[in-house]
């Protein structure tokens, strides 16, 4: 138990950080983060250690946040008005075919550049925090972020010659 309380004290601000940028909303944040580490309790033992705790961690996070979308939207036939959304990322996907082809195309991106780029974006985590997460320099985390987002958008603009 003190093991999980370490990994608790020690990831339990970046997962909470993760989920406000998701929701936008502090008390339901807190709720989530919660529950995304009753979940990695009672799982723990699956994590098999292919990715990062960080990475697990912030996967049970985003499961959690769907899944309390889901049943506020099954509770409510639709997301209540007041239900926070970030504006700036989830604004720019409101276009679900446009959203969907942008995480197809995400995934392709090769380690660490997928990685790093969810770190920034959905994280929302400074450049510093991603490099101590990956033992390298902050530059490096700059690079690589720049990197992948330049490579998904060379897929999209790809992508869509190729419709034409």
């Not at 007041?82 to 380690?111: C, M, N, S, W």
């Not at 925090?129 to 490096?140: P, V």
Request: proline fraction near 3%.
């Amino acid at each position: 138990m003190d093991e999980f309380e370490a990994l608790f004290q020690t990831f339990s601000p970046m997962v909470y950080r993760f989920l406000l940028s998701l929701c936008g909303d502090g008390d339901l944040a807190e709720e989530l983060t919660a529950e995304t580490f009753y979940q990695a309790y009672l799982h723990i033992g699956k994590f098999r250690g292919d990715c990062k705790v960080e990475t697990w961690l912030c996967q049970i996070a985003k499961n959690a946040f769907f899944k309390e979308q889901k049943r506020r939207k099954r509770t409510a036939g639709e997301p209540p008005e007041d239900f926070p959304v970030q504006d700036g990322l989830l604004a720019a996907l409101e276009d679900k075919a446009q959203a969907l082809e942008i995480h197809r195309r995400l995934h392709t991106l090769k380690e660490p550049y997928r990685e790093v780029f969810m770190l920034r974006v959905f994280g929302e985590l400074a450049f510093r925090e991603i490099a101590d997460i990956f033992g390298k320099t902050e530059s490096w985390a700059k690079v690589t972020f720049y990197r992948a987002k330049d490579r998904l958008i060379q897929e999209m603009e790809d992508g869509h010659e190729n419709e034409l």
